[in-house]
């Protein structure tokens, strides 16, 4: 079973059907985590469904809002019934990113998933590449900007830059993957860990589902852009909540081997 929720009613019009080993060409939906993205709503509406104009299957936009009383709503209520967009509002809930996109994920119509950012620093032109690199070989394919061939913004400053890289060498460790921190990336719910398992803190939450489910990665060179509009929601608690995340994943990954170990070395085992 997968692991989100089924279709709600009205919705079995929608082809979901997607084989899990073919690439491209599947039923996609987009999940994309917002707070307070009214000034980039528009065009990233407008880049996502020019980008999936000729996708040869159907497709979905899923906005994750946390309760961002910023107009965002409305916004996306304009383009109801003309085209497959639609935002869910997590009321009353701790703003949270991560647990955003796994209720994204749950919700979502199609097995196939791209998650990214609303800030467009993600382009929405480059879904179909990453679309295009998900085959039966990989569980995630991740929008990279640290591969060969991969841009990054100049307007990024040297300190996010330099930031970003000492996370990501902390992080590498914990999944097979140049760019372990992107936000960017295609996957496939039937190939995730249970959902419900999952316990990111913070921002990171493909390091969450690559260093949980051991995903089999592969990377796509992105154009990563800096911030449209808007202002960033980073915070001072951010990368206190980064080394949190980091802390009880590595403590993750030894207790598993630790189980692993003492499992090779059961009487069962030997015989
Ligand atoms: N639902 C939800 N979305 C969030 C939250 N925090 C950030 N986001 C969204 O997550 C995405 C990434 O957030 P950003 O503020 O762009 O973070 P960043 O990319 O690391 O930093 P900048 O690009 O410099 O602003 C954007 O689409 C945000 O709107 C949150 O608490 N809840
Ligand atoms: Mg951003």
Redesign the pocket.
């Known amino acids: 079973m997968p692991n989100g929720q089924p279709p709600s009613a009205g919705q079995e019009s929608f082809s979901t059907l997607s084989d899990p080993s073919s690439p491209g060409h599947n039923p996609v939906s987009i999940v ?6 009214a000034a980039n709503i528009p065009t990233l509406v407008r880049r996502v469904s020019a980008a999936l104009s000729d996708w040869p299957a159907e497709w979905e936009l899923i906005l ?3 309760d961002s009383n910023d107009g965002s709503e409305a916004i996306v209520a304009k383009w109801g019934g003309r085209l497959p967009v639609r935002m869910v509002t ?1 009321r009353g809930a701790t ?3 991560s647990l ?1 996109v796994l209720e994204g994920m749950r919700l979502a119509r199609c097995d196939r998933l791209v998650v990214m ?3 467009l ?1 993600h382009p929405p032109e480059q879904i179909i590449d990453l679309l295009a690199a998900f085959d039966a070989d990989c569980d995630m394919v991740v929008g990279s900007r640290y591969v060969p061939e991969a841009r990054m913004d100049p307007a990024w400053s040297l300190a ?1 830059a330099l930031l970003s890289r000492a996370g990501t060498l902390m992080a590498r460790p914990l999944a097979d993957c140049r760019d372990p921190l992107s ?1 960017f990336f295609a996957t496939d719910r039937r190939r995730l860990p249970d959902l419900e398992d999952l316990h990111p803190v913070g ?1 990171k939450i493909a390091l969450e589902l690559m260093a949980r489910g051991r995903l089999r990665v592969r990377e796509v060179p992105i154009r990563f852009g ?2 449209h509009r808007g202002t ?3 915070n001072w608690r951010t990368p206190f909540n980064f080394l949190r995340h980091l802390s009880r994943l590595y403590g993750y990954r030894v207790h598993e081997r630790v189980r692993r170990t003492l499992s090779d070395r059961s009487p069962r085992s030997a015989s």
């Open positions: 994309v985590p917002t707070f307070r993205e994750v809002d946390d997590r703003r949270d990113l955003s950012d609303a800030d620093s996010r936000g921002y800096a911030r960033s929601k980073l």
